[in-house]
């Protein structure tokens, strides 16, 4: 049974999901399931998430859940497996939801993009300033879409919300990629980082002080050596492992802080097993996630 308490990881892979479509590794076998993995997103209780790619049917299925219960979804960014416009919007068709709009919130920039590629995908024109408050008109009944500005703390049902930028845009320049950072109503405080890069300086001193009992970051390039200390768009795990250092020094580590690696690429070079056994290694209580991985969301920061 799925409680409020539980953070669900739906999927831990990156666009191309594990293993890519057209590897002959999709055709197993798969000696570790671990290493099966669809878009990266995530579920905290039953109302909350973070991103809906291009898997989110299949990760309800396997889950045995629906977005009929959930109320607020939260979108890092515009890219099409954090992003996916028509499954999201597919509440207007059906007959047998719950008639409750969905809050969805994201950047200004991407709310821009969204609105104007659904005007444009259903009427190939592009629109005016009228058009799109006719559309947004016309989603308000399934839909209620808010905009976050970065660094400031929202309050969201019973939880708390803060987006900070990571090192990544999506497809707008603007459209810069938000982690965020959430309070849940019993003190639990997480932050999670998906296309994240390796944060800037005020991000970090942004940061500083704020203990979390659960850090996500974005493991996109796994085992590859090539793109420097501090990569941008995108971490491997040596610039995860460094910017878990710096995030200690940040004083956001205590006693109990778990540390969880996702958005994974299928060409990086390791397996989970190999991922872990790197980060085991570090002295930092890293481990890389799973699709399905269930934790609890008890007690607050030390």
């Known amino acids: 049974m799925y409680r409020n308490e539980d953070i669900l990881f739906l999927g831990t892979g990156a666009a191309q999901g594990v293993p890519a479509s057209y590897s002959p ?10 290493d099966i993995r669809s878009r990266s997103s995530i579920r905290i209780g039953e109302r909350y998430q973070i991103d809906a790619g291009p898997d989110a049917w299949y990760q309800l299925l396997r889950e045995q859940m629906s977005w009929d219960r959930l109320e ?14 028509d499954g999201i919007l597919q509440k ?24 104007r590629t659904r005007y444009y995908g259903q009427n190939l024109t592009a629109p005016t300033e009228s058009d799109i408050a006719d559309l947004r008109a016309r989603l308000e009944p399934c839909f209620s879409f808010q905009t976050l ?5 929202y309050t969201v049902g019973e939880i708390q919300v803060c987006a900070v930028p990571g090192t990544h845009t999506g497809r707008v320049a603007d459209d810069v990629a938000l ?15 998906v296309d994240t890069g390796y944060y800037a300086p005020e991000t970090v001193d942004f940061l500083r002080g704020s203990s979390f009992d659960l850090i996500v970051l974005d493991c996109t390039f796994g085992a590859r050596t090539d793109r420097g200390t501090k990569p941008s768009g995108h971490l491997d795990c040596r610039s995860l492992v460094r910017m878990v250092e710096e995030l200690d020094h940040a004083g ?8 969880r690696a996702t958005h994974i690429n299928p060409d990086q070079g ?33």
């Open 179 to 193: 982690n965020y950072i959430l309070q849940l109503s019993n003190g639990f405080r997480m932050l999670y980082g």
């Open 270 to 302: 390791w397996s989970h097993a190999e991922m872990d056994r790197f980060f085991s290694g570090t002295g930092y209580p890293i481990a890389t996630a799973w699709d399905g991985l269930r934790l609890r969301a008890t007690g607050a920061s030390a």
């Open 92 to 115: 207007q068709d059906a007959d047998d939801h719950d008639q409750k709009q969905l809050a969805v919130y994201l950047s200004a920039p991407a709310l821009d993009w969204l609105l």
């Open 149 to 153: 500005r970065l660094r400031e703390m």
């Open 25 to 34: 590794r999709m055709c197993g076998p798969f000696p570790d399931t671990r």
């Open 252 to 259: 956001c580590l205590h006693a109990g802080t778990q540390i």
């Open 72 to 85: 607020h979804l939260f979108i890092s960014h515009t890219h099409n497996d954090h992003l996916y416009l």
